[in-house]
C-alpha cells in the first residue's frame, strides 16, 4: 500500500467532490485505471473503496467522487494534511493504439475516468469528440473542464441544463475510429445496442478489489469476469447485461 496526503477536497457540488491527493513517486497511471482508498485504520468500514483516476501528474492524483453511503462521506471529511492509503493503480485501462479519432461518452460519476482519457488523447493527437450526460442541472459537474478538448455535447434528462435526453440521443454525423464510455448500467447497455466495437468501464460492488473474492463479477459471453482483475474495461459486445 502507498501513503498519500491530502492536497484538497472540493465540493463541486451537492453531491460530488474532488479529492486531490500527493503521493511520494510518479504513478502514471493508464486512463481507465483506478485506486482502492482505504477509508481509516479502524477498519470500519472494512473494504477499502475504488475510485477511477480522475486526473494525474507527477505525483498528484486526482478523484472524482460522488457521496453514496459511509465510505463516500467518511472520504470527503478527510482534509488538507490528512494521510490515507492507497492500492494501486490496478486494472486494464483503455486502449487506444493506432487511433485517430474517438468519440467519449459519460454519465454521471463515469465522467471521472472519461476526462482523464479525454486528456490523454487530446494529449497524443487524437480528434475527440465528448458527450455527457446528467440526471439534471443540480448534478452537472466538470463541463468547463471538457471545453478544450473538442466537440462537446451536454445532455440532462429533465432538459434543466442544455439539451433534454440522454447521451443515446445524440446523433452520430460521423464515424469514429473507437467508442469510449462510462456511466450507470442503463447507459452501457444501450451503448452496447447503439455501437459495435465499444470499450466500456463498468462499475460493480467490490470487496476484495484484488481479484480473490468473486464479489463483483459480470456475466459474459466468456464466463464470468472479475471487474476488478479483469477490467474494468471490456469489450461492450462480450457483457451479458
Ligand atoms: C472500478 C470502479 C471505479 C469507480 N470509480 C468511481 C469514481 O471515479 N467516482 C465515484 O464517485 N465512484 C466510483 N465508483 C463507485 C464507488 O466505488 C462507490 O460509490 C463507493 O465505493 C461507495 O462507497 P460508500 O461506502 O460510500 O457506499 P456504500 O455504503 O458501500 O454503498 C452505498 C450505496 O451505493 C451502492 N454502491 C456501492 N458501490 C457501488 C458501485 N460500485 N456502483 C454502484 N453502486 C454502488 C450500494 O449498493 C449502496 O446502495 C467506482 C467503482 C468501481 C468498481
Ligand atoms: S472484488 Fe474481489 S474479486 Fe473483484
Known amino acids: 500500500m502507498i501513503e498519500a496526503k491530502v492536497i484538497k477536497t472540493e465540493k463541486i457540488s451537492n ?3 474532488l479529492m486531490d491527493l500527493k503521493v511520494e513517486e510518479n504513478l502514471s497511471p493508464l486512463p481507465g485505471q483506478y485506486f482502492m482508498l482505504k477509508l481509516n485504520d479502524l477498519n ?8 477511477s483516476v480522475f486526473d494525474s501528474n507527477s505525483d498528484r492524483l486526482s478523484f472524482l467522487i460522488e457521496i453514496k453511503g459511509k465510505g463516500t462521506k467518511i472520504l470527503s471529511k478527510m482534509n488538507e494534511g490528512h494521510f490515507l492509503k492507497i492500492r494501486g493503480p490496478l486494472g486494464n485501462g483503455f486502449k487506444f493504439d493506432k487511433i485517430k479519432s474517438a ?6 460519476t463515469g465522467i471521472a475516468p472519461i476526462f482523464y482519457l479525454a486528456k ?10 465528448v458527450v ?16 478544450n478538448f473538442g466537440n462537446l455535447f451536454v445532455f440532462t434528462d429533465d432538459g434543466s441544463y442544455a439539451n433534454k435526453g440522454t447521451v443515446i440521443d445524440f446523433k452520430l454525423e460521423k464515424t469514429y475510429d473507437s467508442i469510449f464510455a462510462c456511466g450507470p448500467v442503463l447507459m452501457l447497455k444501450a451503448i452496447q445496442r447503439k455501437h459495435r466495437g465499444a470499450q466500456i468501464s463498468l462499475e460493480s460492488v467490490f470487496a476484495c478489489g484484488a481479484g480473490a473474492c468473486m464479489g463483483c463479477v459480470v456475466k459474459s459471453i466468456r464466463g464470468y469476469l472479475r471487474v476488478c482483475k479483469d477490467g474494468p ?3 461492450a459486445e462480450e457483457i451479458i447485461f
Open 15 to 17: 453531491f460530488h467532490f
Open 44 to 51: 470500519d468500514p472494512f473494504f477499502m473503496r475504488p475510485f
Open 103 to 108: 468519440l467519449l461518452y459519460a454519465g454521471g
Open 120 to 129: 490523454h488523447l487530446k494529449k497524443v493527437g487524437i480528434e475527440i469528440d
Open 132 to 147: 455527457l450526460g446528467f440526471r439534471n442541472k443540480d448534478r452537472v459537474i466538470c463541463v468547463d473542464k471538457f471545453s
Open 233 to 235: 474495461v471490456f469489450n
